[in-house]
Nanobody, 122 residues
């Protein structure tokens, strides 16, 4: 059974940083492209960034370029989302997701985590 479990969310002041983790079981993250999405209240899932299967290619939404980075630890089968210079508009539930093909579309992913709340206060 495949599971993606996010952790690391919380409350942070604007300008602060958080690091989210996504631990996988039942699949090897080195064989999947990994994406992070976020969902604000009443809104749809929005693509944030993605890491390719090889781990060498990343793709970022314009809204997070220069502030967020994604990385992967194959030994721990875990993907990380480092978020710096956080803004109140970054407040959302953050989800990791795994896909065998490149996509920025939530529905094109194969597996999803349960999400972790990130709240940025002004």
């Amino acid at each position: 059974q495949v599971q993606l479990v996010e952790s690391g969310g919380g409350l942070v002041q604007a300008g602060g940083s958080l690091r989210l983790s996504c631990a996988a079981s039942g699949l090897s993250l080195s064989t999947y492209g990994m994406g992070w999405f976020r969902q604000a209240p009443g809104k749809e899932h929005v693509f944030v960034l993605r890491l390719s299967r090889s781990g060498y290619s990343t793709y970022y939404a314009d809204s997070v370029k220069g502030r967020f980075t994604i990385s992967r630890d194959n030994a721990k089968n875990t993907v990380y989302l480092q978020m710096n210079s956080l803004k109140p508009e970054d407040t959302a539930v953050y989800y990791c997701a795994a896909a065998t093909k490149f996509s920025t579309d939530w529905d094109q992913y194969d597996y999803w985590g349960q999400g972790t709340q990130v709240t940025v206060s002004s």
